[in-house]
């Protein structure tokens, strides 16, 4: 669409949350340390064979590195964290020192805690954000600029769009594009979970993600790249593709996205706002695979307190 031919820009809505008293609570509940505790983490400590130190179980590795993001704190205070709670109330719980934690982050597979009712259908949403890896605040830069130091990584993440819940997570380099990570981050769904609708932004409009996504039984929510053509009928996601191109080209895109449902996709948007203002927007690890458990027990952190505390808003204005 030529510029001199945009819609006008709409003003701000405003919203009104309906649930206060309940969204309220559920934010305060977010501090509680007992949220963020698993009753299996009390399983006792494994005794390795020779009289070497203790295994630690993955599920008291990930607790505490939660506790971690969650209270911003580095490996040390954590140390001193868990053995404050150890004494004050939790005499059963294991804790391993800052550098046990910093090795076992290597290898550790992460759970996401998804709560979702069986059977039911889910309506993704993909997209994908930068984390910053090092690099200066945005004074530094402000003021003098970038350092060739400067470096991402790229989290991309997928959400069910009736829960909330984070279903699937994974970290990349910064120059993978989004279409091409699409497949894997589909197949770390439970095989048994029906997905309806994939929905995402034009960097998903390509032929390998539009068949990742018509190979999971799944419509695909997606716009047509600027200046689209017709896919041949036996391509897969073709018809959905080519209805939007026909769509668009008589009436507008704009159009196209209010009556498809695509607006929708904004919950992503504010997934990417919530993990950085919650978790930060940079990785303390340095390690590649350090770093792979550390997003992904970031991502984790976000589905328990949607369940604490979800906003209902209406628009009133």
């Keep these: 669409m030529p510029k001199d031919t945009l819609l006008p820009s ?7 949350v309906k649930n206060w008293p309940e969204y309220n609570a559920g934010l305060i509940e977010r501090g509680n340390v007992t949220v963020w505790m698993d009753e299996r983490m009390f399983s006792p400590a494994l005794q390795t064979p020779g ?34 709670v150890q004494r004050l109330a939790m005499p059963d719980l294991a804790v391993p020192n800052y550098s046990t934690l910093s090795r076992r982050a290597k290898s550790l597979r992460v759970t996401l805690p998804v709560l979702r009712k069986a ?7 993909v997209d994908s954000t930068g984390l910053k890896l090092f690099g200066e605040g945005e004074w530094k830069v402000r003021k003098h600029g970038y350092s060739k130091r400067r470096s991402w990584r790229k989290v991309h993440l997928a959400l069910d769009a009736k829960t909330g819940q984070v279903c699937a997570v994974l970290m990349t380099h910064r120059d993978v594009d989004d279409a091409s990570v699409l ?28 068949a990742a996504i018509a190979g999971c039984g799944a419509l695909a929510l997606t716009p047509p790249v600027e200046g689209a053509v017709h896919w041949p009928a ?54 590649v695979d350090v770093q792979d458990a550390e997003v992904a027990v970031r991502v984790g952190i976000i589905n328990p307190m949607m369940v604490l505390a979800r906003p209902d808003s209406v628009r009133v204005a």
């Design 51 to 84: 009289g070497r130190a203790q295994a630690y179980s993955d599920t008291v590795i990930q607790m505490l590195l939660t506790l971690k993001s969650v209270y911003r704190l580095p490996l040390r205070a954590l140390q001193g964290f868990a053995i404050s």
């Design 119 to 125: 059977g039911e259908a889910v309506h993704l949403l």
């Design 183 to 210: 497949p894997e981050l589909l197949a770390q769904l439970p095989p048994e979970t029906k997905v309806e609708i994939v929905g995402g932004d034009g960097a998903y409009d390509s032929q390998a993600a539009r």
């Design 234 to 287: 036996s391509q897969a996601g073709a018809s959905e593709r080519n209805a939007a191109i026909d769509h668009i080209a008589q009436s507008v895109k704009q159009d196209w996205k209010d009556k498809s449902g695509y607006h929708c996709r904004s919950l992503v948007e504010n997934l990417m706002y919530r993990l950085k203002t919650l978790t930060g927007d940079r990785l303390w690890a340095r390690d």
């Design 10 to 16: 709409q003003p701000k809505g405003v919203y009104r």
